[in-house]
RNA sequence: GCGGCAUUGGCGGAAUUGGUAGACGCGCCAGACUUAGGAUCUGGUUCCUCACGGAGUGAAAGUUCGAGUCUUUUAUGCCGCACCA
């Protein structure tokens, strides 16, 4: 019988669905197990085959996991606000709701033909009123909640208001604005004006990690540096849990390592140097900065300071004569916009007029202003030690200043010495020192004199959590004399408003175009979440997903507690990964939540790139453009260089022969090409019959797009050799972790495979099964179980045809073994396994099976032992295959004389011999 | 500049604890069947050599009875961060 992909598909899925196999309960004896898959943003392209790797590899730990004998929530759900829907609608009118939602329906349809064991019962939708009601409710209690300090944790604000009515006096003579407007400065989420990334182009500010080398990440719009007044997260309290929370993680290291990058903790010190201007004599502290430097050993090497252009400092140390001066500079670092600042790295700057005093040496040191100190990190100000730091040497050689060596041997004449090591010199008291030691003992002298203090920094920024876009989140904030208050948690949802119009006008956000977008007559905010926010908790919601009472009951909670498995692209890394981490912890600390850290083990599955075509047209002399060249031929001195790659699409191109036929039909341009074949002949010459003569393309690994006519839709592999083929091979082509191009013309040997294990199928007999096919089983069952717990997927495929070729050649078609090889394969290819499953007599569903056992003793190879003399005694035993010759395993000793010394030396067990070769040593 | 990862046939990649390097698949070669097909099956396929034999996991050194695997140095590629003081 053939192996009717299509029919066995499509059956078992409305099986599965009809009885609702998938559906998970929150209420089981069972062990719990929590998949997560990244949920996707319903782009307009649909899927390609580079989506699904991940959700297949999940899927096969979940299916694994069940068979296991665990109760495993495997969700998925759409990340469905966002900017291109709103760009579309601004293109062309349609609501964005209407196109996204088309969009998940496209993606539903495409997800459940590879046949994922997704309860479908669970889906989120970010953009759903019932969904953002818990973001927008999450929004609420970090309004309601600060940070404190001592704890490290987050606290509701009704405490610092309690605290601040007993213990200070002033707080009650405050007005109810400037209440509010102290609180600001504590709240989680909390309106302040900061320098943000304005992107003229959407019209809207973006958060660091959506922008990239100055230019927006969706889109790759200029970026400009902005005040504005935004609603910001206060992530930065939660720095050095984020960073200690890692060690706790099963995360990889480069993972693991890009976060703790990006908060950036640095180890040093804030000093305080006393300014020098024409209206202070010093005295006081009334003119004082504080900069920070990791590297406070070096302060005898200070010879000059810098200021961020922004630092509130430049208009109190500018002086009278520089002022003019100084006012153009800070004008042209306003204009530059960031992407120039990073394209432009000469060296700025301008004297400010004033000098700070060297706390140690009290010498006077000029201060000047320039935009490689940047405003947002430590204090905004730096001493600037020219011998020791590269940019502080650039900009001394500029300017002209001097420029101390502290460490011995120090050739500082070229370029500065940025390496912390050595002997210290011209250094005071810290002469002689290593420079560790030195850094330790001027962190002591600080402390004890006062002039600063240990300070721990990080680069880690907050959020910011304002965009001025139309599909978002709204608020649930209104304002009163201009100072925001949230609405009752019983008024949420707070609906989107319809508009006439998604893009702002005058200045104003979109949803400034909403008729009456007020609460009791008070304006509503008019700026919406952004993207993170829907995602930064829906992995708590998939536990609990219609509770109209919470975000997720203690029940639920309590009972999944929090993912154990998550899949995704590392691109996510210093975005979701981070915000994510952030409103659980902040959810843990007012006990909604019952894990500090929301995903325990995280897996980024790689790339699948496109693998382009190109067919070569001759444009050197007398070239009339239509006139292609195989691509063997293009390195010839005929054609070298006189030929322009052009892409052409992957459908007509087999295994890197171009079908002629479809490629002039393909577009008009094309439609009288003429070619040289790759054996040098020409098609004018010899006249084309299709198949008589190869044309090769060349080929290029890029990114899967329309434009490059590489993109491999899965619907089309999964009509032409159906979902189970598709899922296999995903995993065939490497290791999960790794990026790898997609390459279609291995999945015939896949299919093959599936082919042909088919037939074992046939005539099922109830006999006894021999040694040798237990052997292949469990063979197969020990590999297949590691494969799974250690994510090596892709070693499991050529397991299977192994062993099905060994059944094959066995002759093999008994019902004990068969039905376990049904169970190993369901995870991988779901449908053909419950087929087989099926075949062998069984009516329940495979998924409802237990995972087989590997049983050890199958697994032995029939051995016999051999005595082994060595300098005349008998000193070890060797074990070899049982139709080894003594004479074979004597000659062996001898040639392997240095080993068998060894093993002679040694308490050996047992020598596992090939022919002509020790292979395996066991050890007593 | 800092950090992480990688490098094995014509190609994708195996080698799980240091123990037969190249599993498995693609491609290619030969053969079988055949209604000549982009079907199926069988055998071969790291390189050099007619062969015997030798070499071989980017390069160099080291540890070890034994190294693709461990250590050091180095080259190349990919990814992340980057005037972060």
């Known amino acids: 019988m053939e192996y009717n992909f299509s029919d066995i598909e499509k059956r078992w899925q409305e099986a599965w669905e009809k009885e609702g196999v998938y559906t998970v309960s929150n209420e089981s004896d069972k062990p719990h197990f929590y998949v997560l898959d990244m949920f996707p943003y319903p782009s307009g392209a649909g899927l390609h085959v580079g989506h699904p790797l991940g959700y297949i590899a999940s899927d096969i730990y979940s299916r694994y996991k069940r068979l296991k004998g665990f109760n495993v929530l495997h969700p998925m759900g759409f990340d469905s606000y966002g900017l291109p829907a709103e760009q579309y609608a601004i293109q062309t009118g349609q609501h964005p709701e209407k196109t996204t939602f088309e969009n998940i329906d496209r993606y539903i349809s495409q997800l459940r033909k590879i046949g994922f064991c997704y309860d479908w019962n669970r889906e989120v939708r970010t953009c759903d009123p019932k969904f953002y009601k818990w973001t927008q409710w999450a929004f609420i209690q970090m309004f309601n909640s600060y940070f404190d300090p001592k704890t490290q944790k987050a606290q509701p604000i009704s405490k610092l208001i309690a605290e601040w009515e007993a213990n200070d006096p002033k707080w009650a003579t405050l007005s109810e604005r400037e209440q509010q407007e102290r609180l600001m400065n504590y709240r989680i989420a909390y309106l302040a004006d900061t320098k943000v990334n304005w992107c003229p182009e959407l019209g809207t500010v973006l958060a660091n990690d959506e922008v990239s080398e100055g230019l927006s990440v969706r889109g ?39 976060q703790r990058n990006w908060i950036g903790r640095s180890e040093g010190a804030e000093m305080k140097f006393l300014v020098k201007t024409q209206k202070s004599k010093v005295e006081s502290d009334e003119l004082s900065m504080t900069i920070f430097t990791t590297r406070a050993d070096t302060i005898y090497g200070v010879t000059f300071m810098v200021l961020a252009p922004e630092s509130e400092y430049v208009q109190k140390v500018v002086t009278d004569e520089q002022r003019e001066e100084v006012e153009a500079y800070l004008k042209r670092c306003k204009n530059r916009t960031e992407r120039e600042r990073i394209a432009d790295r000469r060296v700025t700057g301008v004297f400010t007029g004033s000098y700070a005093i060297n706390p140690l040496t009290q010498g006077e040191i000029p201060i000047y202003i320039s935009d490689y100190v940047l405003a947002g990190y430590g204090t905004g100000a730096i001493m600037a030690v020219p011998a020791h730091d590269s940019r502080d040497y650039a900009f001394a050689r500029h300017f002209n200043l001097p420029i101390i060596p502290l460490i011995e041997g120090a050739d500082v004449s070229e370029e500065s010495f940025d390496a912390k090591e050595g002997k210290m010199i011209n250094s005071g008291f810290l002469n002689g020192m290593e420079v560790k030691d030195a850094i330790q003992a001027m962190k002591e002298y600080i402390t004890n004199t006062g002039i600063g203090r240990v300070k721990v920094n990080y680069r880690l920024r907050d959020a910011i959590f304002s965009r001025q876009r139309y599909w978002g989140e709204p608020f649930p904030v209104y304002y009163k004399d201009g100072m925001p208050y949230t609405l009752p948690e019983e008024e949420l949802p707070l609906l989107l408003p319809e508009v006439e119009e998604f893009k702002g006008v005058n200045g104003q956000p979109p949803l400034g175009n909403a008729k009456d977008w007020t609460y009791n007559g008070y304006p509503l905010e008019l700026c919406t979440m952004p993207g ?54 902040f959810l843990y600390d007012l006990g909604y939540v019952c894990e500090d850290e929301p995903f325990r083990k995280l897996i980024n599955q790689g790339m699948i790139q496109g693998r382009s075509s190109f067919v070569y047209r001759y444009v050197g002399e007398g070239a009339t453009g239509n006139l292609y060249i195989s691509y063997n031929l293009i390195e010839n001195p005929e054609y070298k260089d006189k030929v322009q790659p052009i892409h052409v699409s992957i459908n007509i191109v087999n295994n890197d022969v171009l079908d002629i036929n479809a490629f002039r039909a393909w577009m008009p341009q094309f439609k009288n090409a003429e070619f040289v074949f790759a054996d040098g002949t020409s098609s004018e010459l010899t006249g084309y019959t299709a198949g008589a003569k190869q044309f090769i393309c060349g080929c290029a690994v890029e990114k899967m797009s329309k434009t490059f006519f590489n993109v491999v839709n899965p619907d089309d592999i999964v009509e032409q050799f159906g979902a189970d083929t598709l899922r296999l091979y995903e995993m065939f082509l490497g290791p999960l972790e790794m990026s790898k191009p997609w390459d279609t013309n291995g999945i015939d040997g896949v299919h093959r495979f599936l082919k042909r294990l088919w037939n074992l199928y046939e005539n099922i007999e109830d006999l006894e099964p021999t040694k040798d096919e237990l052997r292949s089983l469990h063979k197969l069952i020990k590999k297949i179980t590691w494969d799974i717990e250690n994510f090596s997927f892709n070693t499991s495929i050529p397991a299977f045809m192994i062993a099905q070729n060994e059944l094959t050649a066995l002759k093999c078609h008994k019902r004990a073994i068969l039905e376990q090889f049904a169970v190993l394969m369901a995870p991988y290819a779901p449908h053909i396994a419950e087929e087989m499953w099926h075949r062998c007599g069984n009516t329940s569903f495979v998924v409802n099976e237990e995972w087989p056992e590997c049983n050890e003793a199958y697994l032995v190879e029939d051995t016999q032992k051999y005595p082994v003399q060595f300098n005349g005694k008998v000193r070890f035993t060797i074990e070899c295959p049982k139709d080894t010759p003594k004479e074979e395993v004597e000659k062996l000793v001898l040639a392997n004389e240095d080993t068998a010394k060894y093993l002679a030396g040694n308490a050996v067990k047992k020598i596992i011999v090939v022919p002509g070769r020790i292979v395996n040593i066991v050890m007593g």
């Open 220 to 258: 790759g719009f200029p970026v400009e540096q902005r005040v504005m007044r935004q609603w910001c997260l206060r992530v930065s309290a939660y720095a050095n849990r984020l960073l200690e929370g890692l060690d706790r993680l099963d995360w990889t290291d480069s993972l693991k390592e890009t």
């Open 532 to 585: 993170f926010a829907g995602s930064s908790a829906y992995y708590l919601r998939y536990m609990d997903p219609h509770n109209d009472q919470a975000l997720v009951s203690k029940q639920a909670n309590e009972y999944w507690r929090q993912v154990d498995l998550y899949l995704g692209g590392s691109e996510h890394a210093t975005g979701h990964l981070i915000y994510s981490r952030f409103w659980n912890k």
